[in-house]
T-cell receptor, first 116, second 111 residues
């Protein structure tokens, strides 16, 4: 079946502009995650959605970052007033729902964000 | 703080030369250890999940094992197409669903 999809695949923006990144999870997966991968850095957790529960926003680096998930499916990550240090690959993942059990996460291809 | 350390950072092997990658972790109450493969310009691809010490899983030329402190990814008679970065990850603090990733091992298999 279809995997996790993300759009756009590449985004170049000027410093100070807002950007929106989109993620379509695997059908039937109730959990959705955003991570960031910077050059030379490991994958860094940003935010996690599970069903109708309040999202875990503990990884968001600043209040310029926000995310929403509509209808329990598609998610959008928004970065306001982008800075050069926001340049990275933004990865979305999805998994089956959790209740204390940790399932494997399936990743999308990522969106490469470049802030000039 | 939960930590995941992978070694070596990079490894070059000749085709057919077997070796092992290491992933050590410090996390209380392990709720699984995950191995991923990442090719350049792509997202991580899930390989294995291990849940308890002594558990082993295999897929083609790869075998993952788990002890109470570390995991190994054994690569037997590798081929050039096994070249990739291999990542391991563990769930964060109890109750959290995020994965904490190591820095990865960049594996190159020369023909």
């Amino acid at each position: 079946g279809a995997g996790v999809s993300q759009s756009p695949s590449n985004k170049v923006t000027e410093k100070g502009k807002d950007v929106e990144l989109r993620c379509d999870p695997i059908s039937g997966h109730t959990a959705l995650y955003w991570y960031r991968q910077s050059l030379g850095q490991g994958l860094e957790f940003l935010i996690y959605f599970q069903g109708n529960s309040a999202p875990d926003k503990s990884g968001l680096p600043s209040d310029r970052f926000s995310a929403e998930r509509t209808g329990g499916s598609v998610s959008t990550l928004t970065i306001q007033r982008t800075q050069q240090e926001d340049s990275a690959v933004y990865l979305c993942a999805s998994s089956h729902g959790t209740s204390g059990y940790v399932y494997e996460q399936y990743f999308g291809p990522g969106t490469r964000l470049t802030v000039t | 703080e939960d930590q995941v350390t992978q070694s070596p950072e990079a490894l070059r092997l000749q085709e057919g030369e077997s070796s092992s990658l290491n992933c050590s972790y410090t996390v209380s109450g392990l709720r699984g250890l995950f191995w991923y493969r990442q090719d350049p310009g792509k997202g991580p691809e899930f390989l294995f999940t291990l849940y308890s010490a002594g558990e082993e899983k295999e897929k083609e030329r790869l075998k993952a094992t788990l002890t109470k402190k570390e995991s190994f990814l054994h690569i037997t008679a590798p081929k050039p197409e096994d070249s990739a970065t291999y990542l391991c990850a563990v769930p964060g603090k109890k109750g959290a669903q995020k994965l904490v990733f190591g820095q990865g091992t960049r594996l190159t298999i020369n023909p």
